[in-house]
T-cell receptor, first 115, second 115 residues
Framework: DVKVTQSSRYLVKRTGEKVFLECVQDMDHENMFWYRQDPGLGLRLIYF???????EKGDIPEGYSVSREKKERFSLILESASTNQTSMYLCASSPLDRGGLETQYFGPGTRLLVL | AQKITQTQPGMFVQEKEAVTLDCTYDTSDPSYGLFWYKQPSSGEMIFLIY??????QNATEGRYSLNFQKARKSANLVISASQLGDSAMYFCAMSLNSPDYKLSFGAGTTVTVRA
């Protein structure tokens, strides 16, 4: 089974703090993704990566950055957390075989609260 | 841009009965994939079923089946013999066979299974 893990299930941070959300997958997938999920807005893509050290902006990259130094690990960074970044963050991974048609497998999510 | 519409915000179903969740999509691209995910209250997005736009037969996975009507651009999920554990939010999603690997989600349908 595909296993995607995220470093924290719940996180509470203060405005202005630097926040790291870590995601690890064990299936040797090329693609990794970060989404945020908000009530009424659904899931929105923040960033994705299709290879080590490669990254592409999604729909809402502002206020975020990412890092992919190893194939299995994809980090989301909030340089200076703000209250409007309070959300559920979901990481996903997928293989490359069918390009955009491959199934994305999700981690358990991190509920981030910024005070 | 592709769009996914789920018109049913919430549904109740009796245990052991079948339930159909509606999903319509909009794309002019001939090659695309349709996915259904389940999100229980714990937050994890669980992949249920996949249908490719060129697949001749409707996809089935255990108690889940996808009623794919290409001309109508609909991809309804049917859950047969509902169980209490099926109570969750269900999302329809679509991706295109393109380099951006973007998965676009509908707003979701909450299913509550009654004993």
């Amino acid at each position: 089974d595909v296993k995607v893990t995220q470093s924290s299930r719940y996180l509470v941070k203060r405005t202005g703090e630097k926040v790291f959300l870590e995601c690890v997958q064990d299936m040797d997938h090329e693609n990794m993704f970060w989404y945020r999920q908000d009530p009424g807005l659904g899931l929105r893509l923040i960033y994705f990566s299709y290879d080590v050290k490669m990254k592409e902006k999604g729909d809402i990259p502002e206020g975020y950055s990412v890092s992919r130094e190893k194939k299995e690990r994809f980090s989301l960074i909030l340089e200076s957390a703000s209250t409007n970044q309070t959300s559920m963050y979901l990481c996903a991974s997928s293989p490359l075989d069918r390009g955009g048609l491959e199934t994305q497998y999700f981690g358990p999510g991190t509920r981030l609260l910024v005070l | 841009a592709q769009k996914i519409t789920q018109t049913q915000p919430g549904m109740f179903v009796q245990e052991k009965e079948a339930v159909t969740l509606d999903c319509t999509y909009d794309t002019s691209d001939p090659s695309y994939g349709l996915f259904w995910y389940k999100q229980p209250s714990s937050g994890e997005m669980i992949f249920l079923i996949y249908q490719g736009s060129y697949d001749q037969q409707n996809a089935t996975e255990g108690r889940y089946s996808l009623n794919f009507q290409k001309a109508r651009k609909s991809a309804n999920l049917v859950i047969s013999a509902s169980q209490l554990g099926d109570s969750a939010m269900y999302f329809c999603a679509m991706s295109l066979n393109s380099p951006d690997y973007k998965l676009s989600f509908g707003a979701g349908t909450t299913v509550t299974v009654r004993a």
